[in-house]
Every structure is written in C-alpha cells, then in structure tokens.
C-alpha cells in the first residue's frame, strides 16, 4: 500500500493521469477523507501473471460503488445480495445491492431495516433470513431478526433471538432448519458456544435443546458440506484478539472435531466448491491481517490453494457456479471495494479431454479470453451464442496457447467448442463476458 497526502487540485489531476495511463486498471486506487486530509491509497493487486493461470487463481472482476467490510453476501437465483456492512466513514450501513454476475451490474434493493455489521445471514428457498449483528459504533448488538423477500424486494420482521443480542455469529442451513451459531457480545468482550434453531417453514424459533458448541467463538468461517455444518477457526475475546485454529461440526445432533486448519485465524470467510471448503484470509492476533487460502475435503483434508492478492479480512464469500466471488473487505486502515472472483484448477472431470490438457481462462473475461493446451495443439475451435449462432470459428495448428479478444462482444454467457485433428478429442465449456 501507498498512501499520499494530496490537495484538491492535486487530486483531480492524478485521477485524470491515472485514467489515461489506465493505472486504475492495474491498481485499486481510492481516495479518502482522513481528518483534514485527502489521502491517496494506492494497493497494487499481485493477480497471477497469464502463465500462472491455468491452475487456481484469483482475479478482480469489479468494483463496489464504495468500500466496506463485515458486509454479508448471499446468492438467490441469478444475483448475489451484499447487505449492510462497515463504510469509510466507520459507520454501519444499510445499503443492500443485488449483484449480476453476468454483466457484473449493481443494482439497489430495499435497504435494511437499521443499519448493521458482521450480522448472521443464510438462504432458504428464495429468502434470507438475517440474525443479530452490530452497529458498530452506534449502540448495542442487535436482537432482531428479519427475512428479505426476493420476489417482493421486502424486509419483513421476524421474532428475535431468544437468548441475547449478539454479532459475529453464523447462520447455516441444515435439514429445513437454520442454525445460528456463536457470535460476540459488545465491544467482543465474551465469546458464546450458543446455538439457536429457527425453522423457516413456521417463522419461529425451535424451543427443544441442541447441543451447544464445543468452543465459544465469533468472527468465524462456516459451511455447510456433505449434510454437516462447519464452523473454521474465529476469534477469542478482547482485548487478545487472538485467532483460532480449531475446526467442529456439527450433524443436527452431535458436535465432533475435525482437523485444525494449518493457518490459525479470525475474520476468514469460507465457500464450498466441488466438495472443498475454501478459507480465504482472515486474521492471525491482534490485526495481523493475511491472504492465506486454504481448502478442506473430507477425504484428502488441509491443502494450501492460491493467497488472496491482497491481506484481508472481514470480506463476504459466495459460491457461484463453479467459481467463488468474495465481496469488499479490510486490512488495516484500508477498505477495499473489489470484486474479486476464484477459480479453481481444472481437473480431469472438469475437462473430460484425451490427452489435450485444455484450460480455459479467465472466467469470466472482460478482454482477452485464453485457452492454454497441455501440449502443442492442432483442430477446430468455435465459439457460439447461446442461440446456437456462431461467433467465430477458428482453425490452431500446432498451437500451444491461443488468445482472443472478447472486448468488443456484449455482456453475457457464450459457450466454445474444441474438436482436436489428430485425436478426435472433443471438449466444450461456457464463458461469461463482463463489462
């Protein structure tokens, strides 16, 4: 990170030069308001370079209209839901955006209720459901409870939490019911193991006992993989601020431990992709913010994945597809307002190929759409609309990579299709172009 301190004047001539020499392109750059001074910073985003990219990766598709973090994002239908969260001028908002990953367009939906952070949130049907958080600092954790309507872009208010107003907490859908989890009361002076059961389909709490979390935490990861609920690491109290290693789940029943996570942390976010947990930043004490991107399966366990570009912590995590967008962010005195998505290395079942290799990246693309062949390569590539229209076909011999410019195409989902010469091997895919 760079920081300047700059005048008005000043200000308006760098951000003309930056747009010229397309800085903004390559760099996050974002001026703030910092007591009496306008500030400069200037974050320079270590994308993997384009050989690098045929195995996992993360790129930056888009921007949010302004930075925050402890936002929550959740996916309905074809759009993900960025809700409140901590702006630059350190206070909550109550701004809700619903984000196309198509065309990578915001577009505002009924704000929340009161304005919150770091607040319990997680689908059901076509619904979120939203529990407790903070107002940062203006009052108490919230009791409150709400359900957003996706049809009817409307907050409706449900019964609160029945124990105490808490933040930092996560909420999980397991077997109809939502179970939340955890949390921090004010100024994160007590860490709880409490878990509450709402059940959706009645709009009320749950009154029998579960059992509780083995260890009191908040600021945690969770997911839900192969019918049991993760929770990954989270924070002790104030004032150690110490991060966790520790990981539980639970089945609807009974609580277990599984494996620790090799990276000790709070403040991660966690996405499940092809039956992997991805836990992406977070911090390891007091406000040593990292990008370490680790993944767990139930059947190979702990395996380092490629960082963050950036250390971070309080960003929102959503698996779309078969990519993973994280939304926002903090490190430090720096909110980020990126939107960055990860993709996964391609394997064999992702590109069922006889003996080509092909990767296909980035995707989606807003430029230059790349594909990359294990060895040198010669046959048929066409590329085609939905509809079925062709957009191009073009004919590689002996090529290892080839690139294409998908600028000049409109936002949307087109699919390719590979036909090799030699082998007869055949391999197809989509691709989204963003603008």
């Known amino acids: 990170m760079v920081v300047i301190v700059v005048d008005k004047d000043i200000h308006k001539n760098l951000l003309t030069n930056f747009k010229s020499k397309n800085v903004m392109k390559h760099f996050n750059v974002h001026f703030q308001q910092h007591g009496g001074m306008l500030c400069l910073l200037m974050v320079i985003l270590t994308l993997p370079s384009q050989s690098l990219r045929a195995q996992d990766y993360w790129d930056e598709v888009a921007q949010m209209p302004f930075s925050r973090f402890l936002l929550s994002g959740e996916k309905v239908g074809d759009l993900i839901y960025l809700m409140g969260g901590i702006i630059p001028s350190s206070a909550t908002t109550t701004q809700v955006l619903a984000f196309n990953p198509a065309d990578s367009s915001f577009q505002p939906r009924k704000p929340l209720p009161k304005p919150l952070a770091a607040m319990a949130t997680a689908v059901y049907g076509e619904n979120i459901y939203l529990f407790g958080g903070i107002p940062w600092s203006q009052g108490p954790p919230s009791q409150k409870c709400y359900k957003y309507v996706s049809s009817l872009d409307q907050w409706i208010e449900l019964p609160d939490l029945p124990t105490i107003p808490r933040g930092y907490a996560i909420a999980e859908v397991l077997n109809d019911k939502i179970y939340v989890i955890g949390g921090l009361s004010e100024?994160?002076?007590?860490?709880?193991?409490?878990?509450?059961?709402?059940?959706?389909?009645?709009?009320?709490?749950?009154?029998?006992?579960?059992?509780?979390?083995?260890?009191?935490?908040?600021?945690?990861?969770?997911?839900?993989?192969?019918?049991?609920?993760?929770?990954?690491?989270?924070?002790?109290?104030?004032?150690?601020?110490?991060?966790?290693?520790?990981?539980?789940?639970?089945?609807?029943?009974?609580?277990?431990?599984?494996?620790?996570?090799?990276?000790?942390?709070?403040?991660?976010?966690?996405?499940?992709?092809?039956?992997?947990?991805?836990?992406?930043?977070?911090?390891?004490?007091?406000?040593?913010?990292?990008?370490?991107?680790?993944?767990?399966?139930?059947?190979?366990?702990?395996?380092?994945?490629?960082?963050?570009?950036?250390?971070?912590?309080?960003?929102?995590?959503?698996?779309?597809?078969?990519?993973?967008?994280a939304f926002g962010g903090v490190a430090g005195p720096l909110m980020y307002d990126d939107v960055l998505v990860y993709h996964p290395a391609a394997s064999s079942t992702d590109n069922p190929l006889i003996g080509t290799g092909l990767k296909v990246f980035p995707n989606p693309a807003s430029e230059i759409l790349s594909f990359l062949f294990e060895n040198a390569a010669s046959g048929q590539l066409t590329f085609f609309r939905p509809d079925g229209t062709t957009v191009f076909t073009e004919t590689l011999s002996g090529e290892q990579q080839h690139e294409f410019s998908v600028a000049g195409l409109p936002a949307g989902v087109y699919f390719w299709k590979w036909v090799g010469k030699k082998d007869e091997s055949i391999a197809s895919g989509k691709v989204l172009v963003n603008r």
């Open 187 to 325: 100024s994160s002076v007590t860490t709880y193991n409490l878990v509450e059961v709402f059940d959706p389909v009645v709009g009320k709490w749950v009154s029998e006992s579960v059992e509780q979390m083995p260890t009191p935490r908040g600021y945690m990861g969770s997911a839900v993989l192969n019918g049991k609920i993760y929770v990954f690491g989270g924070g002790t109290p104030a004032p150690a601020y110490a991060g966790l290693s520790v990981v539980e789940y639970f089945d609807g029943v009974n609580w277990a431990t599984a494996e620790p996570m090799p990276t000790q942390r709070y403040g991660a976010a966690a996405g499940v992709l092809d039956n992997t947990v991805y836990v992406s930043g977070g911090v390891l004490t007091g406000w040593s913010d990292i990008n370490v991107t680790e993944g767990y399966s139930e059947t190979t366990g702990w395996q380092t994945f490629s960082p963050l570009p950036v250390d971070m912590h309080g960003h929102a995590v959503v698996s779309f597809g078969d990519v993973l967008y």
